[in-house]
């Protein structure tokens, strides 16, 4: 079993910064897709930026490209994700997660690799991100 934990949320002004922790203990692996999720109150999950092990590349959301970035602290079992910049669309709880398979089959035959899916097997508790206008 793998356990998350994340930390740092809070509240902050548009334009300010944040850094997330995101830290693993129990089964952790270097080759488990990880990443940054959200969820605002009333919109879908939706990813932030996620580690694709294959290659290690990390694909970000389109609406956080050039604010947000994702390091790895693979002594620390620690995933962390600055935000810099931040606007009021913003505002979600945060989650760190993980997951084993890299590549999975739908019911379609279609394959999808873990940086375009959201349905990770390893959750963290999230911690809330509001920012201020």
């Known amino acids: 079993q793998l356990q998350l934990a994340e930390s740092g949320g809070g509240s902050v002004q548009a334009g300010g910064s944040l850094r997330l922790s995101c830290a693993a203990s129990g089964s952790t692996r270097s080759s488990y897709c990880i990443g940054w999720f959200r969820q605002a109150p009333g919109k879908e999950r939706e990813g932030v930026a996620r580690?694709?092990?294959?290659?290690?590349?990390?694909h970000y959301a389109d609406s956080v490209k050039g604010r947000f970035t994702v390091s790895l602290d693979n002594v620390k079992h620690t995933l962390y994700l600055q935000m810099d910049s931040l606007k009021p669309d913003d505002t979600a709880v945060y989650y760190c997660?993980?997951?084993?398979?890299?590549?999975?089959?739908?019911?379609?035959?279609?394959?999808?690799?873990?940086?375009?899916?959201?349905?990770?097997?390893?959750w963290g508790q999230g911690t809330q991100v509001t920012v201020s206008s």
């Open positions: 580690l694709f092990p294959a290659n290690v590349t990390v």
């Open positions: 997660a993980a997951d084993p398979n890299i590549w999975v089959k739908s019911t379609d035959g279609t394959w999808s690799g873990c940086h375009e899916r959201n349905d990770y097997k390893y």
